[in-house]
Structures are given as C-alpha cells and as structure tokens.
C-alpha cells in the first residue's frame, strides 16, 4: 500500500453528510485523518473502501490536520463532538497517522473540548493511554471500540486488525482506568455470522465493563459485495455465501447501488439482540437502518454516552451545553440553549454556520 502526504484543502470539521429526511446521526465534527479507506487494516467489509471514489490501495495522509484544526476551533463559536474517525481508522499502525492523532487528541484537550475515539486498534488504544495518562480522567472522552466477530470469523471481517481476544482484553483494560467503553459489532454479517457466534460475542462484552453496543446489519454495494464473497471463499467460508447474497438480497447483475437486509428481518433481529444486550446490563442502538424506538431508552444520542456534549464558546473557553448535538430531538426545539434554530434544519451542518459568530481567538498569541 502507498502511503503519500498532502496538505487538507477542505475544512477539517465537517458533519456526516447524510440529509434531515431519515437521519438518525446527530450533528458531529467528524476528522479524517486520512483518505476514506485509507487504512492499512483495510478490512474486506470496510463501506469507506468500496466508494467508487476510493482509492484503497493509497493512504493519502493530511499532514497539516493539527494546524488547520487549531485556525477552524479559533473561529468556532459552537463546536459538535468530535469524531476520529468515521472513514479511517486513527490509530492504524502508521507512526504517522497516529502522531496526528496524538497531536489532536492533546489539541482537544487542551481546548476543553468532547470527543470520541472509534477503532479497531487495540495496542493504539493503549499506546495512547501511555502518552496522554491524563486521557483517563478528561471528562468529555469516550471510545468506541469495534468487535465485529468471533476470534474464528475475524478473517473474513478484519483479518489485520488486532485479534477479537486483544481488542476485549483492551476493553476491559480501558474501562478498569475509568474510561468508558462503547463496543461496537457493526456490520454483523448476516449469514456469516451465527446466533451462537453473537451469543458468545455479547457474552465476553458483557464481562468487559463496556457499558453501551452499537450494531448494524450493514450495507454493501456491487464492490464491497464482491470483495466480501471473494474472502469468504478464500477463507472457507464458500457454503455460506449463498446465505449471505439471500439476506442482502445480492445479485450480481442488479441496477440497484445499495444491498441490505430487508426491513422486516431488521426489525426483528434487532428487537432479539436488544433483548439479549439488556440482559447483560448493557445499552443497545441500532446504527442507522432503524429509528430510535429500536434503541435501548434514554439514551443521549445513539452513541450511548453523556461524555460527549455540544460545546459552545463563552470568552476564551469553550463549555457545554445540555445536549449532545441531536438537534432533531432538541431539548428546548423553540428555545434551544445554543440560540441556534437553524442547526434543526440544516443536515449536514454548513461548517460556515459554525463561524458565523466571530469571537476573540482563543489561542491569540499565535493569530498573526
Ligand atoms: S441546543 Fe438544540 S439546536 Fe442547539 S446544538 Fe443543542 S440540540 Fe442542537
């Protein structure tokens, strides 16, 4: 795999670019650190590799993240969570990949500001406990951890990402430190993926401390599809593609773009693995493909934490509010504590939006 360096023309914060009609996600200042897919792990079920704009065999890397980051957070009156990374993993095993992450991460904190940690990487996980011990007690951090298998299935899913025992053990790890811990198991490939596989999944997150799943049956398109089969059939798994291609609904001559469960199979897996989930003591949201009234209740956002707050300037410091940026479901809609209406009606959020208010700079000493 290439790895290449370049300069960041767009804005580095910017929200998921779904639109308001079905949007589940709430606003978020996404980061990537890298190409869409541009992931050393490059797991054959990555959503990020298969875009027809990807280019999976090149990890494009933005070297000036930290420094436009800091001009982008000097002119923000209102700042979503942050998000590393929905596209990437930031704590693939590149030094310079997850030098930027550490250099973010420190950013961030020193700002004051919330965010969120989503990987696979298990040893970056704690490599970067290691650098930043103070990580363990910054109150607007969780991780998101993904666990996306059995120790047996993994070489279908992640098969160079750290094995499922490491990434467990790392969640227990992590949440023995007081960090809390969101695993997530999406995609769960259906007809891969068994009930005694997710049982026993559930089972060991369970013992884990983790307090919160995330789950998803997923989407393909014609790329991603293919790559899946490919490996299932170079990893034994031929007998159970039929059952695959059935519960996605696949066929390779198909004019449709975009193959997933159907929604009746959704909602009754969903209602199962709740079910399951809460048994354990945890919390359960579905990722996307159902609305809230398949999540767990009384969850700030899908996400399942409360560290992540909406941030909003007040001088040169930046405090939260009482919400964490799901502006469909604002808790004061005609009212709203940012003084924002707009953000419940522009999805995704123009970053313009987020500058509109000038302010003195926090970090005025460097404005020049
Ligand atoms: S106060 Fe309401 S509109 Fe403003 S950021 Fe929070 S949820 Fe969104």
Same mark, same amino acid.
């Given at each position: 795999m290439e790895i290449r360096f370049k300069s960041r023309r767009a804005p580095v914060i910017h929200d998921f670019p779904y639109p308001r009609?079905?949007?589940?996600?709430?606003?978020?200042?996404?980061?990537?650190?890298?190409?869409?897919?541009?992931?050393?792990?490059?797991?054959?079920?990555?959503?990020?590799?298969?875009?027809?704009?990807?280019?999976?065999?090149?990890?494009?890397?933005?070297?000036?993240?930290?420094?436009?980051?800091?001009? #982008?957070?000097?002119?923000?009156?209102?700042?979503?969570?942050?998000?590393?990374s929905q596209i990437t993993d930031p704590l693939q095993p590149i030094d310079e990949v997850r030098a930027l992450t550490l250099r973010i991460v420190q950013l961030l904190i020193d700002c004051g500001l919330s965010f969120r940690i989503v990987t696979r990487s298990s040893d970056g996980l704690r490599w970067l406990v290691r650098m930043i011990p103070d990580l363990a007690s910054y109150p607007?951090?969780? !991780?998101?951890?993904?666990?996306?298998?059995?120790n047996e299935k993994v070489v279908v899913t992640s098969p160079d990402a750290?094995?499922?025992?490491?990434?467990?053990d790392a969640i227990a790890q992590l949440t023995g430190l007081g960090i809390e811990v969101v695993?997530?198991?999406?995609?769960?490939?259906?007809?891969?993926?068994? #009930?005694?596989?997710?049982?026993?999944?559930?089972?060991?997150?369970?013992?884990?401390g983790a307090s919160h799943i995330i789950s998803s049956t997923g989407y393909f398109n014609h790329r991603s599809m293919k790559r899946l089969l490919m490996r299932?059939?170079?990893?034994?798994?031929?007998?159970?593609?039929?059952? !695959?291609?059935?519960?996605?609904?696949?066929?390779?001559?198909?004019?449709?773009?975009?193959?997933?469960?159907?929604?009746?199979?959704r909602k009754r897996f969903h209602r199962e693995l709740r079910a399951k989930v809460e048994a354990k003591g945890m919390t359960y949201s579905v990722c996307q493909e159902l609305p809230h009234e398949y999540d767990s209740p009384d969850l700030a956002t899908?996400?399942?934490?409360?560290?992540?707050?909406?941030?909003?300037?007040?001088?040169?410091?930046?405090?939260?509010?009482?919400?964490?940026?799901?502006?469909?479901?604002?808790?004061?809609?005609?009212?709203?504590?940012?003084? #924002?209406?707009?953000?419940?009606?522009?999805?995704?959020?123009?970053?313009?939006?987020?500058?509109?208010?000038?302010?003195?700079?926090?970090?005025? #000493?460097?404005?020049?």
């Open positions: 009609r079905g949007r589940k996600c709430p606003h978020a200042s996404l980061i990537s650190i890298t190409n869409p897919g541009g992931c050393s792990y490059a797991c054959p079920i990555c959503y990020a590799r298969a875009y027809p704009w990807s280019d999976p065999e090149t990890i494009v890397i933005y070297h000036d993240i930290p420094e436009r980051l800091k001009a #982008e957070i000097e002119s923000s009156w209102l700042l979503f969570p942050f998000y590393l607007y951090f969780f !991780v998101e951890l993904t666990v996306e298998s059995g750290p094995p499922i025992p490491d990434r467990l695993a997530r198991i999406d995609p769960i490939i259906i007809g891969l993926i068994d #009930e005694e596989d997710l049982d026993s999944l559930i089972g060991a997150i369970g013992s884990t299932m059939r170079e990893c034994g798994y031929q007998d159970r593609i039929h059952r !695959v291609v059935k519960a996605y609904r696949y066929h390779p001559g198909a004019k449709r773009r975009r193959f997933t469960t159907s929604l009746q199979f899908c996400e399942g934490s409360r560290r992540n707050p909406v941030q909003i300037r007040i001088g040169e410091r930046f405090e939260p509010l009482p919400c964490y940026g799901d502006c469909l479901c604002c808790p004061r809609p005609d009212d709203p504590p940012c003084g #924002e209406p707009r953000l419940q009606q522009e999805y995704p959020y123009r970053t313009a939006t987020l500058f509109r208010f000038r302010q003195p700079p926090l970090f005025g #000493e460097d404005k020049n």
